[in-house]
């Protein structure tokens, strides 16, 4: 909760510094430079949002999304998104978003903040895992199989956002 804090911090920041120096070109005066938070270590807030899912261990960051209130899950969502979009770190990205919406399935459905992000996830999600399965399926059928296993924990992802589709999110 605290790195998605920080990392909405810096965004806004970035934001109003850009919007600082809009008006300070139009009146001719020299932009000012934009200094990072170090906390960030020197990393944009999505990927300063990835470092830490990837440095905090399963088990204590399954513990972190189980408390995590509303507003910060639509904040993570949001990352998650960005990180999707960029390509990167693709399956924890998808294994946090699914959880997450797994375990705030309720309030989820009660938020229509959320409808948009997640139709949007949902798509992106699917494109890049429907890639990774198929680099993984080359590698998989000369390695000897594995491929219905994955196949299986991809339609078993998708099947989440099904639900919340049924249930009125996204629509």
Known sequence: MEAIELADKETKDILSTQHANEGRE???????????????????????????????????????LLVLPMMSVERLVQYLLVLLKRNMAVKLCSKV?????????????????????????????????EAERDVGGLRGHHEGGGREEREQEHRGRLEIFGDLGRAGVGQ
Request: glycine residues 4%.
């Open 97 to 129: 978003a699914v959880f997450v919406v797994k375990t705030h399935k309720k309030a989820i459905l009660a938020s229509q903040g959320l409808s948009r992000p997640l139709r949007e996830l949902k798509g992106v999600m699917r494109v890049r895992l």
């Open 26 to 64: 139009a009146n001719g005066l020299s932009p000012i430079s934009f200094r990072s938070n170090p906390m960030l270590l020197n990393m944009d807030p999505p990927k300063y949002m990835l470092w830490v899912l990837k440095s905090v261990k399963a088990a204590e960051l399954e513990q972190a």
